[in-house]
């Protein structure tokens, strides 16, 4: 009697903890809750009325040695406290320690691809020197550099930092670096003071490969000096164009920024002739030439410098109220296995998430996407993206509008990656589900996506969405916290809210929390309030534990109903096709929504009138890591 008590209560715990109405705003980290006490945040999802965000201005004149394979730096950053808090220090990220010898990484890096990091040559903190070797005024671990202030910076305040450094470019590439053939892209590069925020202070998480942004809104004034005959595109906008670029040049640039059909702006072919890209007067009869870039609220600057390329480029409208038009381009080598398309591609990318997913005019003036010739891969950065160049034309457009939908996650929405890098790779990865769909129907990237959640979900190395991004060691276990198991999280809350209610919760998120730093909570109470559910069945399950995909058929009866029970707890769409006796199927479909009322199990109504011969549970683009219970031949 004692153990059947036992098992009866294990199993009403077990199903009250997977399927209660737990909310989620229950077990709130300490964090959270004194942010809610100082009103920087709220539960209603919405920015509280004391929130506040660090801000800086950099201005970096950088030169580009090709000879020795250097990156030489000055830079000069005003930093603006608008924290409540007193600051005694900062904390800088020095992002090419990531391949000084020595240092810890996440990423397979190889004796070839170290070096010594970055050189500062000098540190000045409103013109006071710092001694980088006296640990009572500097401390550097891995790639964060702790500086000291000489005085401390009061609330409402500014500093000035001022800094000379170098580092040698790597050829062991991790998300920037010298991709061989005049191919560099630059990014994760330059001495950058970290986040200040309201929840952790200083972000002092080590870049060491695996976690990539959370940045400021920062505003750039950039030089880039390069060897003659080599081109740069950036983050912002080239103020000296007219200065760098031949009238060919510029003519072809006019047509394509003004019109919806791709141009030609140069070729690479174009190169052998000495004077037809780059203006040979000037500052550029001299050996170097200097390109001029600014940028306004960017959380990043990245730059790429190549030659011997081709540039195409179009114009796009993105926002049918007030015209705004957006300049969308790509650079590639003649030798591009697929990038021949890729300015199409690009563009097609922009007005699907002007227009449809997510739905909001592209942020930014322009968009370049740069090809490294490497066989895949990618990396975003505000209005630039480095990638590879697939053998197959859907995965070398599937990988530009992942990259280009960052522009919208962790770019328009301040997220923290390093935490929680769903807030914007499950966004990155959910949001091409309908583009394949339009533009490569054949293409099986729902049910790829479907398969690698599979091949991890309920497994010893699946770890919660909740749990902090930094702290995964495991590539796999990675994959699946930061692109899989988000994605088909919001495609399944989608399902369940439908496409109307799903958008209009996802807009409010985004505009509230646009050019700010939100977090998971923010996200979640954002949609119970614009849905005015309490969407806990959901969020609980899908993100805070490590439910899995499993529903079963438990039993049919007489009077054909057919009970599914979801033992592994996950909120899925259920789809039940009945074949009866007479050669006849009935296909039932309930909506992820089903679940909603916190049940284990939900009861499908067939045509009671004929005799059921065989029940089969789910489709391919249900995840389900047991099949062995979704098929049932019911004794007559």
């Given amino acids: 009697m004692m153990k059947s008590l036992h098992i009866i209560l294990l199993a009403f715990f077990s199903a009250s903890v997977v399927f209660g109405q737990m909310s989620i705003n229950q077990h709130l980290p300490f964090e959270i809750k004194q942010a809610y006490k100082n009103g920087t945040r709220s539960p209603s999802g919405y920015p509280g009325t004391n929130y506040w965000q660090n801000h800086a201005k950099y201005e970096i004149d950088v030169r580009l040695l090709l000879g020795e394979n250097l990156l030489k730096g000055e830079e000069k950053v005003s930093y603006y406290n608008n924290s409540p808090d007193t600051l005694d220090r900062l904390v800088i990220r020095l992002y090419p320690n990531i391949y000084k010898k020595g240092n810890p990484r996440e990423w397979p890096m190889g004796p070839e691809g170290e070096n010594e990091g970055v050189i ?129 040049v510029l003519k072809n640039l006019m047509t394509a920024r003004l019109t919806n059909y791709i141009t030609r702006i140069f070729s690479a072919e174009d190169f052998k002739k000495r004077n037809k890209i780059i203006r040979l007067d000037g500052i550029n009869a001299f050996h170097t030439n200097i390109w001029h870039f600014k940028a306004s609220q960017v959380p990043d600057f990245s730059f790429a410098v190549t030659r011997d ?79 590879g160049d697939p053998e197959s034309a859907p995965d070398a457009a599937l990988t530009i509008f992942h990259e280009i939908a960052h522009s919208y996650f962790p770019f328009y929405l301040g997220t923290n990656e390093r935490k929680y890098a769903w807030m914007d790779e499950g966004w990155a990865a959910f ?165 909603s009322s916190g049940n284990p199990a939900v009861i499908v109504h067939v045509d009671s009138n004929k005799m059921i011969r065989k029940v089969v549970l789910g489709t391919d683009l249900i995840p389900d890591i047991d099949e062995m219970n979704n098929v049932l031949e019911p004794e007559n």
């Fill in 431 to 595: 949001l091409p589900l309908g583009f394949s769909k339009e533009y490569f129907p054949d293409y099986p990237y729902d049910t790829r996506s479907i398969s690698a959640f599979e091949n991890i979900n309920g497994k010893e190395r699946e770890s919660t969405l909740m749990t902090l991004s930094y702290s995964i060691g495991d590539y796999d276990s990675y994959r699946s916290h930061a692109y899989v198991r988000p994605a088909l999280a919001y495609y399944f809350l989608q399902d369940a809210l439908g496409d109307s209610l799903f958008k209009l919760a996802l807009h409010e998120y985004m505009h509230r929390w646009n050019g700010k730093h939100p977090l998971p909570y923010d996200f979640f109470n954002t949609f119970n309030s614009v849905t005015g559910k309490d969407l806990g069945w959901f969020f609980n399950p899908w993100f805070y534990e490590l439910a899995y995909a499993d529903l079963g058929i438990k039993k049919v009866t007489n009077d054909n109903k057919i009970v599914i029970q979801n033992y592994g707890g996950l909120p899925l769409p259920v789809v039940v096709t009945c074949e009866f006796a007479d050669g006849s199927t009935e296909v039932v479909r309930r909506k992820t929504s089903v679940w």
């Fill in 120 to 248: 500062i040559d000098w540190l000045l903190i409103n013109g006071d020197s710092i001694d980088l070797d006296n640990r009572q005024e500097a401390n550097l671990f891995a790639t964060n550099l702790t500086v000291i202030l000489p005085e401390p910076l009061s609330p409402g305040d500014s500093l000035l930092m001022e800094t000379r450094w170098k580092f040698e470019i790597s050829e062991r590439t991790l998300r920037m670096g010298n991709y061989g053939n005049n191919r560099y892209f630059i990014a994760y590069w330059y001495p950058q003071i970290a986040v200040y925020d309201d929840i952790d202070g200083w972000d002092r998480v080590e870049y060491l490969g695996m976690v990539e942004y959370y940045n400021d809104f920062n505003e750039f004034d950039v030089k880039i000096s390069t060897p003659p005959g080599y081109v740069v595109w950036a983050t912002g906008e080239l103020l000296n164009e007219r200065d760098m670029f031949s009238d060919y």
């Fill in 309 to 387: 390329v081709n540039w195409d480029g179009s114009s796009i409208m993105v926002d049918s109220s007030t015209r705004r038009r957006v300049f969308v381009d790509a650079v590639y080598a003649d030798s591009a296995r697929t990038y021949q398309q890729s300015a199409e591609w690009a563009r097609a990318s922009v007005e699907y998430m002007s227009f449809k997913w997510p739905g909001i005019p592209f942020p930014y003036p322009h968009m370049t996407t740069v090809s490294n010739d490497a066989r895949g891969g990618g990396m975003e950065s505000p209005m630039m993206a480095n990638n």
